[in-house]
């Protein structure tokens, strides 16, 4: 007894769909008697009929249409396997690696992630979200393709930047907040009395610099979702991502608060992100679709983003606080 074979699933999804031998024998090219024989090796292989040929034109039984599916399931399979094959002899790359900061808004990136599915299905993503010093060492250690990191500092020689997106902080507290009813602009010294939540680096050591630390009394937290939770329950005010904040303010969680000035400044700090390669790297078809996709998302960003951020300073992200 022959094992089936591709060929003879192609036949019987063939007759299936053409509603007999003749037909499926003219779709396909070939004599109706190959397709007479495919079919019966296949139903001797099965030990059932896969079609009624009492009547004029061959019906699927029961048995036939249940195994169809799996038929068709098995054809698709092997196309998917030979596509795949094809790409990986064109270089494309099995597994792709990007790493992002935790810092920077997920939202965006998943949107260019789920471009990439659709023109790559078959590549294997594994995404990373680390703090700054861990996402950097992931880059340099060449652990990971593509990196999209806050611009803290210069990222070294062996690495590759480009800008990609920019937000602004916004200082904010819950509608709760004695700070809520403080007629504004507030001024700087009206915050020292009020306990102010700190994000701080996790690498941060003992003795780094505070900025943007305006209270005598903080408490300080190493994640920033964490931070908006605190505020959120009235613990203190501080300052958050407008990314980060857009939702609250606008359902009422959060409070804007309208200060006279920032540490001399009179406008909120911002930060910058940007994606980061190895210059030595040779990307495949799908790092370069990523890196590409991302370099045009930063175009469509920055050519929309409010005029406000160029000219805000920049946050010191090696050192404590905000």
């Not at 606008?250 to 009179?266: C, P």
Request: aromatic fraction near 8%; include cysteine.
């Amino acid at each position: 007894m022959d094992a089936p074979t591709l060929d003879r699933f192609v036949v019987f999804i063939a007759v299936a769909d053409c509603g007999g031998f003749a037909a499926a024998a003219r779709k396909l090219g070939r004599a109706q008697s190959a397709m007479t024989y495919a079919i019966r090796a296949l139903e001797e292989d099965a030990g059932l009929l896969l079609f009624d040929r009492t009547g004029y034109r061959a019906i699927l039984t029961d048995a036939g249409r249940a195994l169809l599916t799996h038929a068709r399931r098995i054809t698709m399979d092997v196309d998917e396997y030979r596509r795949i094959a094809k790409g990986f002899a064109k270089g494309l790359e099995a597994n792709l690696t990007l790493v992002v900061d935790d810092m920077v808004p997920i939202g965006p990136v998943v949107r260019v992630l789920s471009g990439l599915h659709k023109a790559y299905p078959s590549v294997h993503v594994r995404l990373k979200v680390e703090p700054y010093q861990r996402a950097l060492e992931l880059m340099v250690n060449g652990q990971a393709n593509l990196g999209i990191l806050v611009q803290a500092t210069a990222f070294g020689s062996a690495l590759q930047s480009f800008s990609w997106t920019e937000y602004s902080m916004v200082p904010v507290a819950s509608p709760t907040h004695p700070l809520v009813t403080l007629p504004r602009p507030i001024a700087s010294d009206a915050l020292h009395g009020h306990m102010q939540v700190v994000w701080t680096p996790s690498t941060a050591t003992v003795d780094s610099r505070d900025y943007g630390v305006h209270s005598l009394h903080c408490w300080h937290v190493t994640d920033m979702r964490a931070k908006r939770e605190l505020l959120r329950a009235g613990v203190g005010w501080g300052t958050l991502p407008d990314y980060l904040a857009a939702n609250d303010l606008e359902e009422k969680r959060l409070v804007k608060l309208e200060l006279r000035d920032w540490e001399g400044h009179d406008r909120m700090p911002a930060y910058a992100t940007a994606i980061v390669r190895r210059k030595e790297a040779v990307e495949g078809p799908a790092a370069r679709w990523l890196l590409d996709e991302f370099k045009r998302s930063a175009q469509l960003h920055l050519g929309a983003r409010d005029s406000r951020y160029t000219a805000a300073p920049h946050f010191q992200w090696n050192q404590t606080g905000h």
